[in-house]
């Protein structure tokens, strides 16, 4: 097994990629996991699935779950589903197409979501909180502060509660040379919300 752990963080480096396509990084995954505040059974939708690191990470994590992992590029859905593959992940279902408009039918019904990409972020929000269980929990990310007002905006139409937001900036050590210095990784808010 590729990942024998029982706890989330498998490097960054062990997952398949293509290039272009967005690979949440370790350190920002597990504020992301930790916000998500998954049950063993937990239904989850990640919109904007990329490579797959969250749905692999939740989907070793709920082994009684369903995850399902919307995308709408084909070969990114495929990528998602070779690293499922990679990691033995059996309850990952990959969903390809555009959000908003393929969420609206989808089921089982979510108790988490993860929006992790879609321009119209706060149109997708809108959309997919009806269908979010009661006591549901969503997760959403973003790099900018645009986006990051979208998200506060839509969150306040919806009524969500307890809303906390994080401003991840993390650091690595990297060997350049012969010296090994801190790296900064480019800062992620990450907004979470409950329905009541």
């Not at 012969?178 to 990784?185: H, K, R, S």
């Amino acid at each position: 097994m590729l990942w024998p752990y029982i706890t989330p963080g498998i490097p960054d480096d062990l997952f398949e990629e293509l290039p272009g396509i967005h690979l949440t990084q370790r350190d920002i995954r597990l504020l992301i996991i930790s916000a998500l505040r998954l049950e063993i059974n937990s239904v989850l939708w990640d919109i904007g699935a990329g490579t797959g690191t969250i749905p692999v990470e939740c989907g070793l994590l709920c082994p009684e779950g369903k995850i399902i992992a919307i995308e709408r590029d084909d070969e990114v859905a495929n990528l998602i589903r070779r690293n499922c593959a990679r990691f033995e992940v059996k309850n990952v279902t990959v969903l390809e197409g555009n959000a908003p408009e393929c969420l609206e039918k989808l089921r089982p019904l979510a108790d988490r979501i993860c929006i992790e990409g879609g321009r119209p972020i706060k149109e997708i929000l809108k959309t997919v909180w009806p269908t979010l269980k009661s006591q549901g929990r969503v997760v959403i990310t973003s790099n900018n502060l645009e986006t990051l007002y979208q998200i506060s905006e839509g969150l306040s139409e919806v009524c969500a509660r307890h809303i906390e937001v994080v401003q991840a900036s993390v650091n690595r050590l990297e060997l350049r040379g012969i010296n090994q210095v801190l790296t900064a990784v480019d800062p992620v808010f990450i907004v979470s919300g409950e329905k009541l």
